[in-house]
């Protein structure tokens, strides 16, 4: 049966995607579905955090194929200076460069993403949940989010940057107000996310002088006495601001996507229990197409974007130099010209060419696989050890225009 599409009673006027309320309503999905039927491409204005001076707005592109070609062509579309809507003042990362500078950066951080380096790590993921899961099997209830799900993602990168246990609450902490500034549980002030970005980033100072004055088998070690070529040619350690940057990339994105993405999938095994039965039937067969149909129907990176670099014409719409352009991966994930009836979950999808790591190009998500494995294994382990686990109310959802975060979602299950 082909699952319907969802609806909106919004007209097109009425349509805010610059405003993060837009994102707490139910019909966000309908909003999206309408805008790729009557406006593929529109121009939006921005609802501008109290803190930052008014932004010039924003086009939006909301097509699969659309987001393919922005994201691809970096020399028209730059990720500088920022890939969210808003330009907020914290210092810039990888993510925010482009060739060559950012291919040389890259390499660094990629020693940490081989294949080699996720077939270690999937043993210990494995151990680290069944920790998780086992410390609250007894209670008979807990929030989802709180408890379990942002625990392994967050467990995972420490270990693999070489944060201590007794240094994860904090870390955790910091990263949720960097992501979420509008959002009043986790920051709820631009200069709320401004200090998180300096707390990470002294930290990451302070493990970076740690592991280059005594290096051990991290990705920490490895980036921060690791050599690059500059500009002028010449080698030389990294720059401890820039290797604070990375880490900081590196801690927001283990605590925030994979989060959202195990979150997502209780509530959305719990929508579609079909799925969550053909799942448990074969959890290594099915691990990765459950992992990306997640990524998919859930889209936790709800947007990026680009800034044009000269007068450019897509989709038959003229782009200006210096224009904002706002790729929507949340519509681009359930576009029916990619995606065979996209409203339908499938845990068994295959091709699934979803934009959740990108839509291509230089900027293709590094952790792609680590996050695969982690929602695998974290589902896999919750519900063979908690096989009766249920949803017991609706997901708080954060208020943010980039993410489509899930703060607490209540759960309960028989003890044991």
């Known amino acids: 049966m082909t699952a319907l599409i969802p609806t909106t009673d919004l007209a097109l006027d009425e349509i805010a995607l610059g405003n993060p309320d837009t994102f707490l309503r139910d019909d966000v999905d309908g909003i999206f579905a309408k805008l790729r039927a009557e406006r593929p491409v529109g121009f939006d204005a921005e609802q501008t955090p109290p803190g930052l001076p008014p932004g010039p707005g924003f086009w ?86 709180t408890d379990i799900a942002a625990k392994l993602p967050g467990q995972v990168i420490a270990t693999m940057l070489g944060v201590p246990d007794e240094d994860q ?27 998180a970005s300096d707390a ?9 002088r740690a592991k280059r004055d005594h290096p051990t088998d991290d990705v920490t070690s490895a980036i921060v006495n690791a050599e690059v070529t500059g500009a002028d040619g010449n080698r030389a350690t990294i720059d401890m601001d820039e290797f604070a940057e990375f880490v900081k990339l590196l801690l927001v994105g283990g605590n925030e996507t994979t989060r959202n993405a195990i979150t997502h999938g209780v509530r959305l095994f719990s929508e579609f229990p079909d799925q969550k039965a053909r799942f448990l039937a074969d959890p290594q067969g099915l691990a990765v197409t459950t992992a990306d149909e997640i990524l998919r129907y859930a889209t936790p990176v709800t947007l990026m974007r680009r800034t044009a670099t000269r007068d450019v014409e897509v989709a038959g719409t003229p782009i200006a130099a210096g224009d ?31 934009l959740t ?52 979602l209540p759960v309960r299950w028989t003890p044991a």
């Open 200 to 208: 990470i980033e002294d930290y990451a100072k302070h493990l970076g």
């Open 60 to 145: 939006s592109f909301v097509r699969h194929g659309d987001m393919f070609g922005i994201s691809r062509d970096y020399e028209a579309f730059t990720s500088v200076p920022a890939v969210g809507i808003f330009d907020y003042p914290v210092r810039t990362s990888i993510i925010n460069m482009d060739p060559p500078v950012h291919t040389r950066y890259r390499l660094l951080v990629n020693r940490g993403f081989t294949p080699r380096m996720i077939g270690r790590l999937e043993e210990s993921i494995g151990a680290q949940a069944r920790r998780i899961v086992e410390d609250v099997a007894e209670r008979g209830e807990a929030d989802l989010v």
């Open 169 to 195: 609450d904090m870390v955790q902490r910091h990263t949720n107000a960097f992501i979420a500034p509008s959002d009043p549980e986790y920051a709820g002030t631009v200069e709320d996310m401004v200090a």
């Open 357 to 408: 790591f990108g839509a291509g190009g230089p900027h293709y998500c590094l952790g792609a696989s680590l996050a695969r494995v982690e929602i695998g294994v974290m589902l896999a382990t919750l519900y063979q050890r908690l096989p009766d686990l249920e949803v017991t109310g609706p997901p708080v959802r954060m208020r943010a225009v980039s993410s489509h975060g899930v703060k607490h």
């Open 324 to 354: 904002k352009v706002v790729m929507w991966y949340r519509s681009g994930n359930f576009d029916d010209a990619v995606f065979d009836d996209p409203y339908r979950f499938d845990v068994g999808r295959d091709p699934n060419p979803h």
